[in-house]
T-cell receptor
């Protein structure tokens, strides 16, 4: 069965420091991979996606992610974190079946940013 | 362009009562999805509409949940009767119908349901 693992429930980084959020997935075929962010009181916002092609994907707000098939990973990175990046981040994999589509989410990683 | 909207943003009801959640997708989006996040758990898929038809309702927890999408526009999710374990945040998402875009889901802000 498809699944997504985010091993870190929460992470604290200093403003200006680099960030890497880990994500591992389990999926039989070539996956559709996503990172979403949810800020307090907001909905889920798509940061970036990977469908095919270049394994290093650029997203919004200065985020990037790298798809590594050999490690079944899709880690999210940002070189310099801003206080406004404090939010909850979700890695997800898209699953297709019987003509339908659904997104399978990881449990989320809450990012705290300290001054 | 307006995003996905959900109403209400918050609902507090007693066990045994009925609640109806509404989702208005982005105009022109054929695909509409419902998801739920129970406290401390992952966001879980509930069902997928293509226009007015249910494409996949494999995630619906039980027959106390009824989803409709009349006319292929907005959707409602009714919980009747509500139980304590139904508490959580219910998200709606929509995506275009054309190939390559169907996988790009736009999420609403969610409805926080509290059953007491």
């Amino acid at each position: 069965a498809q699944s997504v693992t985010q091993p870190d429930i929460h992470i604290t980084v200093s403003e200006g420091a680099s960030l890497e959020l880990r994500c591992n997935y389990s999926y039989g075929a070539t996956p559709y991979l996503f990172w979403y962010v949810q800020s307090p009181g907001q909905g889920l916002q798509l940061l970036l996606k990977y469908f095919s092609g270049d394994t290093l994907v650029q997203g919004i707000k200065g985020f990037e992610a790298e798809f590594k098939r050999s490690q079944s990973s899709f880690n999210l990175r940002k070189p310099s974190v801003h206080w406004s990046d404090a939010a909850e981040y979700f890695c997800a994999v898209g699953s297709t079946n019987t003509g339908g589509f659904k997104t399978i989410f990881g449990a989320g990683t809450r990012l705290f940013v300290k001054a | 362009e307006a995003g996905v909207t959900q109403f209400p943003s918050h609902s507090v009801i007693e066990k045994g009562q009925t609640v109806t959640l509404r989702c208005d997708p982005i105009s022109g989006h054929d695909n509409l999805y419902w998801y739920r996040r129970v406290m401390g758990k992952e966001i879980k898929f509930l069902l997928h509409f293509v226009k007015e038809s249910k494409q996949d309702e494999s995630g619906m927890p039980n027959n106390r949940f009824l989803a409709e999408r009349t006319g292929g526009t907005y959707s409602t999710l009714k919980v009747q009767p509500a139980e304590l374990e139904d508490s959580g945040v219910y998200f709606c998402a929509s995506s275009e119908g054309r190939a390559g875009k169907a996988y790009e889901q736009y999420f609403g802000p969610g409805t926080r349901l509290t059953v007491t």
